[in-house]
């Protein structure tokens, strides 16, 4: 029996490389397109009727349409635990994010995924953004298994000139972009989103396609540019969105538009040089969009709670979608509650590359049962633990505990609701504007009919049913998690409107135990919360650059938390300004 199955394991694996020839490489190409602060409500795939990303939207209905995709609540968190396959608490990146002049990363002990599939084969490149610390050279993309970056170390660059300008610090104005290691002053006017796809597109044009690629396509969309400029999107994407008023979320429309059209782009790159048949797409948002506060781009998480970097759905679920011929099931909507910690261990399951044994990883390998459209698993999460704000959010299957929260409160709102008058004049017919676009003729598949994805796009939209018998608006209800902590069900209440604490208190203990079992595997934060003004651009040639050359890990664990606390509060209080 096991022989037999081993023999037909080489009659398959014989023929595959008949069918490419030798010129081709039998492990799939992975490309993942890494979007920075979109909110859930805007792809029009969730069922907003506003902004229309027709690309987005095919490639969701032609794959899998990721419905309960989670990730960390912040982007360094989030890219940390894309990259490393664990949760940020057992990296030491679970709080805060890296700010400009901080000397701190992702600690150099930690393997990464491009690591990984470089010693599998494959040929790795990051375009876009990093945000995994840059103070030391080593801990730079490039050093850390990306055999190729084009892009930005910091969390956000000004879309035109590439700049960072940390208005509250005494210093000069730096470029953050580059070619590998290189300061790449030359792009400097080209639009960030369109000058990551030119990239995207040369790296697929000049692939040896005797190795297999892998690209994280990680864009500064829709992020905001810097404090004095922070919405930026060309013009003429803008123009296209008249029926939005709120000119903020208008020039957020263009963005959205701007890299709609990228992914169309990209994909149709692949299958020009022959690459898209044998890819694996994964498309999805690092964390839930800033409505409100700190880099507010005027996206949208509703009808879901909350924002980013807050303990609540609309700052952790994301949108999502994965596509490949390699899934033998496609064109469905997934109810499996899946978490940045498995992209990892799934695409390296696809793909078949081997993971070091001794890899301790949070995440699990969902391919088999994705490809399989397979009865949803329950799962346990935990999606915020921090120590130094002093909140926690976690998920154990259905059930949430919440306990504190970010910003004295100020996020723990249902945000972002858009104005029912101001829908898209082509969203009455949404079904033929997808079937019309870029991607649906890319990827070609007849299958995929209106009544299709009407149904695939109802599914994905969320609708907050009421809890039959119960008034969300009475008093027993209401969640403050700053004075205790709620819980709630999301089967039942996906928007997190019924805080059951006063009637389950034996379960809500029971979370809450959990919760600090979990927290005694967490290490300790690896920030170091201190502005270090040798990074100052103007000791670097007018750029943003490593400024300390040892090759050790600082000194992570070893700053007394009360230091941290006091100097945290600082640093966020003259972010908040
Ligand atoms: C993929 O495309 C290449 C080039 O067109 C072709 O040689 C190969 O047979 C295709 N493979 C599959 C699995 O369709
Ligand atoms: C600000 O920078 C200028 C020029 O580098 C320097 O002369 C000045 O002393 C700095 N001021 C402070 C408060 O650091
Ligand atoms: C970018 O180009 C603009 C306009 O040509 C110029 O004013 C600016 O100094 C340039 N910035 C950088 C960082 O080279
Ligand atoms: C909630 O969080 C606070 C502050 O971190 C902590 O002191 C308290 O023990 C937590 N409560 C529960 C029930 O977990
Ligand atoms: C680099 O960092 C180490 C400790 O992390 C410190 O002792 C050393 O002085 C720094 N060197 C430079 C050139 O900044």
């Not at 404090?227 to 000119?247: C, G, L, N, T």
């Amino acid at each position: 029996m096991a022989t037999a199955k081993i023999h037909e394991l080489l009659v398959v694996s014989a023929m595959v490389s008949l069918a490419y020839g030798s010129a081709y490489s039998a492990k799939p190409n992975i490309v993942i397109i890494l979007i920075d602060d979109m909110g859930m409500n805007d792809v029009s795939f969730h069922g907003s009727n506003q902004i229309l990303t027709p690309n987005i939207d095919a490639l969701a209905y032609n794959g899998i349409l990721l419905n309960k995709h989670y990730v960390p609540n912040l982007c360094t968190p989030s890219r940390a635990t894309l990259l490393t396959g664990k949760y940020p608490i057992h990296t030491g990146m679970q709080h805060f994010v890296i700010i400009t002049d901080e000397p701190w990363g992702l600690p150099s002990r930690e393997r990464l995924m491009p690591e990984i599939f470089r010693d599998a084969g494959y040929s790795t490149h990051l375009v876009g953004k990093w945000h995994l610390g840059f103070w030391r050279k080593d801990l730079t993309p490039t050093m850390r298994g990306f055999d190729h970056h084009f892009g930005y170390y910091n969390g956000y660059i000004d879309y035109y000139d590439h700049q960072v300008r940390m208005l509250d610090r005494n210093y000069s104005h730096g470029l953050d972009f580059r070619r590998d290691l290189e300061p790449c002053p030359e792009a400097n006017g080209t639009y960030a989103t369109e000058a990551f796809t030119s990239e995207a597109k040369r790296i697929i044009e000049q692939h040896d396609k005797s190795k297999p690629l892998f690209m994280v396509m990680s864009h500064l969309a829709v992020h905001t540019g810097n404090e004095d400029s922070p919405m930026q999107a060309p013009e003429e994407e803008v123009a296209k969105f008249p029926h939005i008023r709120d000119p903020k979320r208008r020039t957020y429309a263009g963005m959205i538009s701007s890299l709609d059209k990228s992914v169309a782009q990209t994909i149709g790159a692949l299958k020009d040089n022959d690459m898209l048949n044998n890819s694996i797409i994964l498309l999805y948002s690092d964390n839930g969009a800033p409505t409100i506060g700190i880099h507010s781009n005027a996206g949208s998480n509703y009808p879901y709670r909350g924002q980013k970097e807050s303990p609540w759905e609309g700052g952790i679920r994301s949108a999502g979608a994965l596509w490949s011929p390699l899934l033998k099931e496609r064109g469905y909507v997934s109810n499996q509650a899946i978490h940045a910690i498995d992209w990892l261990p799934t695409l390296a399951g696809a793909a078949g590359v081997s993971l070091p044994q001794d890899l301790p990883l949070d995440g699990i390998n969902l391919w088999p049962m994705l490809s399989g459209n397979e009865e949803p698993k329950p799962r346990t999460m935990i999606h915020v633990l921090d120590e130094v704000f002093g909140y926690s959010s976690y998920m154990k299957d259905t059930l949430k505990y919440i306990n504190g929260s970010s910003f004295q409160g100020r996020y723990d709102h249902w945000l972002g609701e858009l104005k029912t008058n101001e829908d898209h004049p082509l969203s009455e017919s949404y079904e033929q504007h997808v079937l019309a676009s870029d991607v649906q003729s890319i990827l070609g598949n007849r299958w995929l009919t209106e009544d299709r994805i009407r149904q695939m796009r109802s599914e994905a939209t969320e609708m907050c049913p009421p809890v039959e018998g119960l008034n969300p608006l009475e008093p027993q209800f209401k969640c403050e998690p700053l004075k205790a902590p709620c819980f709630f069900d999301l089967a039942k209440d996906p928007c997190e409107r019924y805080n059951l604490a006063e009637t389950y208190p034996l379960q809500l203990q029971q979370l809450a135990d959990e919760v600090e079992q979990i927290r005694k595997t967490a290490i300790p934060s690896a920030r170091v919360p201190y502005s270090d003004s040798r990074a100052n651009p103007t000791f670097h040639n007018g750029n943003w650059e490593w400024w300390n050359n040892t090759d050790t890990d600082s000194s992570s664990g070893t700053f007394p938390i009360n230091l941290w606390l006091v100097i945290g509060s600082i640093v966020v209080h003259r972010n908040l300004l």
